[in-house]
């Protein structure tokens, strides 16, 4: 079974520009959520798709969006990039909501790895 | 809001030597508990996690980690730990929705 694939693995862009990371989660899993690693801040939430419908956010500004197609695929844009946004994003999906059952565990990807110059 | 803390920032230690690391939440409500370790260069990866029953959970690659309830912890541990084991660990807690509340991660070093 494939895991949490995410693309591009490893971009550079420049300030001002936008950004769109897409992420196809474990086949069957419903919800995707997305996560942005710095060495500063550590592991912070954006955003959490369910059933194509955004169930949580973060504490990010509006730059940062998201979406979930009916396919269960997501993608997550950056528009107007700061060099503070140099991270990693992590996507993780699982199979359901909620807190009771194992269909709960989380599962990541790799990460797609931003570069703002 | 929860929120997770991890009580060591580094651990050094030889192999062979046992591990603990200590993961504190703040949430009142039941929670979904989890630890992640993050090898050098890879992705986050799922060690284990607790959601209800036996407070003893046991992982792979030989961790555990026990649930105090009244002590709102989660600490992972390992007898006998092996140079592979170098790598970052965190502690995540998940309350409704799959929202994780992550620490801010302990980089363990095992020496040879």
């Known amino acids: 079974k494939a895991g949490v694939t995410q693309t591009p693995r490893y971009l550079i862009k420049t300030r001002g520009q936008q950004v769109t990371l897409s992420c196809s989660p474990i086949?069957?899993?419903?919800?995707v959520s997305w996560y942005q690693q710095t060495p500063g801040q550590g592991l912070q939430f954006l955003f959490e798709?369910?059933?194509?419908?955004?169930?949580n956010k973060g504490n990010f500004p509006g730059r940062f969006s998201g979406r979930q197609f009916s396919n269960s695929r997501s993608e997550m844009n950056v528009s107007t990039l700061e060099l503070g946004d140099s991270a990693l994003y992590l996507c993780?999906?699982?199979?359901?909501?909620?807190?009771?059952?194992?269909?709960?565990?989380?599962?990541f990807g790799e990460g797609s790895w931003l570069t703002v110059v | 809001a929860q929120s997770v803390s991890q009580h060591n920032h580094h651990v050094i230690l030889s192999e062979a030597a046992s591990l603990e690391l200590g993961c504190n939440y703040s949430?009142?409500?039941?929670?979904?508990l989890f630890w992640y370790v993050q090898y050098p260069g890879q992705h986050l990866q799922l060690l284990l996690k607790?959601?209800?029953?036996?407070?003893l959970v046991k992982g792979i690659k030989g961790f555990e980690a026990e649930f105090i309830k009244s002590k709102f912890s989660f600490n992972l541990r390992k007898p006998s730990v092996q140079w592979s084991d170098t790598a970052e660990y965190f502690c995540?807690?998940?309350?409704?929705?799959?929202?994780?509340?992550f620490g801010g991660g302990t980089r363990v070093l095992v020496k040879p």
């Open positions: 798709y369910f059933s194509e419908t955004q169930r």
């Open positions: 086949s069957g899993h419903r919800s």
């Open positions: 607790y959601f209800s029953g036996d407070p």
């Open positions: 949430y009142g409500g039941t929670v979904n």
């Open positions: 995540a807690v998940k309350a409704a929705g799959n929202k994780l509340t």
């Open positions: 993780a999906s699982s199979l359901s909501q909620g807190i009771r059952g194992s269909g709960n565990t989380i599962y």
